[in-house]
């Protein structure tokens, strides 16, 4: 079995593996952190609506038909 000290290649992926690791958190915290702070933007600016009612009492025809 060889000894783990000649296998520098295995310790470069090692270590290219940890650094990803490293920058993926690091990245992933800063975007947080940026995210926190930030007034929170509306994507689409908002517009009056109109709402319309229409009111059915006891005596109208709509009523008398459905019943």
């Not at 000290?5 to 958190?25: A, E, H, K, R, S």
């Not at 915290?29 to 009111?55: A, N, Q, S, W």
Request: proline letters at 4%; aromatic letters at 10%.
């Amino acid at each position: 079995m060889s000894d783990w000290t000649n296998l520098w290649y295995v310790w470069l992926i090692l270590l290219m593996v940890f650094l990803l690791l490293l920058c993926g958190v690091s990245a992933s915290c800063i975007k947080f952190c940026c995210r926190k702070k930030r007034l929170p933007v509306e994507t689409f600016p908002r517009h009056p609506c109109d709402l319309t009612v229409m009111g059915i009492d006891s005596d109208s025809t709509a009523h008398s038909t459905v019943t």
